[in-house]
């Protein structure tokens, strides 16, 4: 299947500091990608979808301005993690649609973050 | 509004036997059906997807599903079980005439198989 990457996988910071996932399609350009929270033994929440090119949409309850997301360009949006603080601290999966064939949806492994 | 129901936290079965994860769905129109599995610490990996054509649909590690209308599911089975297998399982949804929403996902279930 489709390759979607994630940098970094893990990451520790201090609270106040702000931390930038990256997320990129591998083999396929995705005109859309999703990102996601989970929480441990939970399922996965939707936190946004970021198009190419344009403004982010977010669910309903999530910070725009705590949580950046830039996709800028057809193979890479990135989620910044502003003004970090503990209960930030969470695994974060990006998402790509491939829309060839039939538009599957892959994961990135995920990146699993921890705010001091 | 779409969602997914997987109504087993968890499930056992022994290394050998079939094992069938449930899976029902509520969407408008035709719905688009994907299996994804879970390891630790690791993002989700696609197993199998329903779109259109057989309702029996082959994926990755020998599971497969089927496409039931009448029943709303789309329950994940495999003939003999793996230890390998154990992981969590997410079924996730979404309409084919939703444009670019995100796939609506159920609560997970996860699979344990017994040596």
């Known amino acids: 299947g489709a390759v979607v990457s994630q940098h970094p996988s893990w990451v520790i910071c201090k609270s106040g500091t702000s931390v930038k996932i990256e997320c990129r399609s591998l083999?396929?350009?995705?005109?859309?990608m999703f990102w996601y929270r989970q929480f441990p033994k939970q399922s996965l929440m939707l936190m946004a979808t970021s198009n190419e090119g344009s403004k982010a949409t977010y669910e309903q309850g999530v910070e725009k301005d705590k949580f950046l997301i830039n996709h800028a360009s057809l193979t890479l949006s990135t989620l910044t993690v502003t003004s970090a603080h503990p209960e930030d601290s969470s695994f974060y999966i990006c998402?790509?649609?491939?829309?060839?064939?039939?538009?599957?949806?892959?994961f990135g492994p995920g990146t699993r973050l921890l705010v001091l | 509004a779409q969602s997914v129901a997987q109504p087993e936290d968890q499930v056992n079965v022994a290394e050998g036997n079939p094992l069938t994860v449930k899976c029902t769905y509520s969407?408008?129109?035709?719905?688009?059906l994907f299996w994804y599995v879970q390891y630790p610490n690791r993002g989700l990996q696609f197993l199998l997807k329903y779109i259109t054509g057989d309702n029996l649909v082959k994926g990755s590690y020998g599971f497969e599903a089927e496409f039931n209308k009448s029943q709303t599911s789309f329950h994940l089975k495999k003939p003999s079980a793996l230890v390998s297998d154990s992981a969590l399982y997410f079924c996730a949804v979404r309409s084919s005439n939703s444009g670019n929403t995100p796939l609506v996902f159920g609560k997970g279930t996860r699979l344990s198989v017994i040596a």
């Open positions: 083999d396929f350009q995705a005109t859309t």
């Open positions: 998402s790509a649609r491939d829309p060839l064939p039939q538009e599957t949806q892959y």
């Open positions: 969407v408008s129109g035709n719905p688009y």
